[in-house]
């Protein structure tokens, strides 16, 4: 592993019960960078996410971001399990949008993706409701401010967990198949937008995906997931163009067709 990774994984396992989602995982992800999870459902790619935003506790191994145990903290006797202070510091570098939105109902848009700062950065109501508005307006939803999730369509929705995410100045994104529950014409809405982050921000970017061809386009790294371990990693062109494993071959003959 290089001595330059920004996120590190190092044997990371996690279990549930007798089931091994996650098995003794090694990855390292360098600063703005970004990743694209691929493989069949239940290989442990959302558990991966999930793990790095702390909403999910690892049962063995270490994650490190910028050099700093994520999981862990120093205690007398060497690193112990961080406690829930530690984890919200830690936490506060990351932003996460998942398949379902959840967006609150009964707040706009702009309430939505100013709520946060508000409550967990200290940030003054009109200082975090100007960033919430700048920030809708660069995922092109400026004239949706005062429309509440109802009102918008399932591809506006995820724009607002895009922009509710980004309104915590987060250094790290994690995006878990953010599309999965949108109408296919609606998700090219949200990929343009998630193009036009890792285009113009310093984010360090992990997309797990089922949209074979923007992981293609995207992705600087694609990581191919099978029971619970990176079976095969390298560029798009090398996962794509040239797959060297059996198992990795056998997944994109299978999704041919999105490719």
Known sequence: ???????????????YG?????????????????????????SGKSTLLRMLMLLEEIDEGLIEVDGRPLTHMQGNDGLVRANERYKR????????????????PH?????????GPVSSLGLSKKESHARAAELLSMVGLGDKLDHYPAQLSGGQQQRVAIARALAMRPQIMLFDEVTSALDPELCGEVLNVIRQLGDEHDLTMLMVTHQ??????????????????????????????????ARTQAFLRAVTDAI
Request: aromatic residues 12%; charged residues 20%; glycine residues 10%.
């Open 1 to 15: 592993m290089t001595t330059s990774a920004f996120v590190r994984f190092s044997g990371v396992t996690k279990r």
């Open 18 to 42: 007798d089931l091994t989602v996650l098995d003794r995982l090694d990855l390292d992800i360098g600063w703005n960078e970004k990743v694209a999870l691929i493989g069949p459902s239940g």
């Open 89 to 104: 510091e830690g936490r506060s570098r990351i932003g996460m949008v998942f398949q379902n939105f959840n967006l609150f």
């Open 107 to 115: 707040m706009t848009a702009l309430q939505n993706a100013a709520e």
């Open 212 to 245: 074979m061809g923007f992981a293609k386009e995207f992705a600087d790294r694609i990581c191919f997931f099978s029971e619970g371990k990176i079976v095969e990693q390298g560029s798009p062109e090398q996962v794509f163009g040239n797959p060297q494993h």
